[in-house]
């Protein structure tokens, strides 16, 4: 389990305020399928919120931590029924998704592109 530090957590939790839950937690619990969505999550975004539905107050702490440590995550926030865990991407996907963004996307982008007139510098003669 990653710790973090109260001005990492403090940052994370604001930061975390806009989210909408991204994996929900059921009657069936915590299973190998809600782990792996979970981990996926984190991958794609670094910091989630899960929703428990149907789970009682005690087990809510518990699973938390359970799942903290199956996925090497850090636990930022658990109010009610909302989990909110951050886990930093790795460096390498981080890469690939800026050089993903920097593509043109179609053909007619791309010869657009080629087509701009460039702005040319007025030199003094």
Known sequence: MIELTPEQRRHLRAAA??????????GK???ESVLKEIDRSLKAHELIKVKLQGIE???????????CEQIDCAPVQHIGNVLVLWREKPADEKVSATSRRSKPQTKKQAAA???????RTTSSR
């Open 29 to 31: 619990g915590l299973s």
């Open 113 to 119: 592109a080629l087509e701009r007139p460039r702005r």
């Open 17 to 26: 305020h806009h989210l909408h839950p991204l994996v929900t937690v059921a």
């Open 57 to 67: 107050r005690d087990d809510r702490e518990a699973l938390l931590t359970e799942i």
